[in-house]
């Protein structure tokens, strides 16, 4: 397990593994539903993949895309690989949202909308509620 998993709570904040990736509910909620997708192989630039992660990022971002659409109904998604802190090939998921949403009686701003996800603003959840998100998005 490399670095960046386990920072992002791998096992315990994981919704589905791949061959090569494994997608992990984000801890900090910048909008409803952001995951990391965080590549098992030993490389820090994207450069650096094998053929076989390039060729299985497509079904991981399928799969990504499909389950946050069903439960979330997101109406863009963006992607960022930041890997400034943390140096494994990893990209931050971001649903984004015109309108807050509601999940378990709390709401979720897009504090970003329309522009860039507003990484500084976050919206507040605890261990438990993260993992009724995570539970909610396994059993899609």
Not at 53 to 69: K, N, P
């Amino acid at each position: 397990m490399n670095a960046t998993l386990q920072k992002f709570g791998d096992p315990e904040t994981r919704v589905k593994m791949f061959e090569q990736w494994v997608v992990l509910l984000r801890p900090q909620q910048v909008t409803l539903g952001s995951l990391v997708i965080v590549c098992k192989e030993e490389a820090t630039a994207f450069s650096e993949l094998s053929s076989e992660a390039f060729l299985e990022l497509r079904d991981v971002t399928r799969y990504v895309e499909g389950v946050l659409a069903r439960v979330f109904s997101f109406e863009k998604i963006n992607y960022l690989m930041l890997m400034m802190v943390d140096p494994d090939v990893h990209f931050h998921v971001f649903p984004r949202y015109s309108e807050p949403r509601i999940f378990a009686e709390q709401e979720f701003v897009d504090a970003g909308w329309p522009g860039p996800p507003n990484l500084k603003q976050v919206n507040t959840t605890s261990l438990e509620f993260n993992q009724m998100i995570l539970s909610h998005l396994k059993s899609q």
